[in-house]
């Protein structure tokens, strides 16, 4: 699997560690960071591609819309892969179901978890 940094045969521009799947792309001073494409708003690309974030941060990189467009797909189909596998290998999965509220047989009004504020 690509690890960040490897530019060597075989990289694909995303890493696959299990406990962040990014995409891996380059500023234009050449030096790479890796960046979560759940978190991409929009990208242009005029002349330069800038990718854009939901909270306002603009990075712009080297690479074409295309080539981020394309990773951001491999990345997502990594994650949907992933979950088929751990759903193959035997992991139970939970149903979500509702939950009774409990309250404490002696208080006589529940209580918040914060306080409120009037």
Known sequence: MPIVGN???GWTGFTTSRDALMIVVTRL???HFAINPDLIERITANPDTT???VDGAKYIVTESMCEVIDRISR???TVIALTHELSSNGHQQRALELV????????????????RKI
């Open 100 to 115: 009774e509220n409990v309250t404490h047989p002696d208080a006589e009004h529940p209580m918040p978890l914060r306080p």
């Open 51 to 53: 990718l854009i974030r």
């Open 75 to 77: 990345y997502r189909a």
């Open 29 to 31: 001073n050449d030096s």
């Open 7 to 9: 530019n060597g045969p």
